[in-house]
């Protein structure tokens, strides 16, 4: 049976991106995401089949959500201690609208039949990918972002994609956006 790799995400402005995109430090041994591939998940599904994502679309248009402004804010990594997998860029010290809006798509798909995601969630934008990165330069890089505000945006859409993974990295395709009433 054939199956999708779905995910719902914030998608923040082009303006939001550059300035994202322009903190690569480049170090060695870190892969900065590309700008158009950065995003806020809200949920990922990674085997999702057919009928169940008609079902997850007809699911998601029916959430409800007004729009609101998101704080981009503070650097830090995944694992938080350790050999660094993921470098990220938070939303603040969490946003009740955001919090809500996580929840609604949580809810719309376990109604249409996904297995839920029951790791704890923390709201951020994945920047960069790290193998083998140098530490010092990236402790550097890490520190003197800490506390790094790279503004904030208006939050006026959902978007759900499918993510085809590639030899040259994933392929976004958005399948739905459900906007802001």
Known sequence: MNT?????????PQSVRKVLVDLNPHIRGVRWIVGDQMHLTLGFFPDVSEDVDLALREKLSA???????LPIEGIGTFPPKGHVKIIWIGVGKGHPHLFQLHKRVQDAALA??????????HPHITLARCRDAHGGVRRKFLKSNAEL???????????????ELTPAGPIHTCQLSVPAR
């Not at 959430?63 to 402004?69: L, V």
């Not at 249409?112 to 969630?121: K, M, Q, T």
């Open 112 to 121: 249409a039949g996904v297995e839920a995601d029951l790791r704890p969630w």
């Open 4 to 12: 999708k790799r779905l995910f719902v995400s914030i998608d923040p």
């Open 63 to 69: 959430i409800e959500f007004g729009a609101f402004f």
């Open 149 to 163: 505000d790279a503004g904030m945006f208006r939050v006026d859409a959902i978007h759900l994609y499918c993510s």
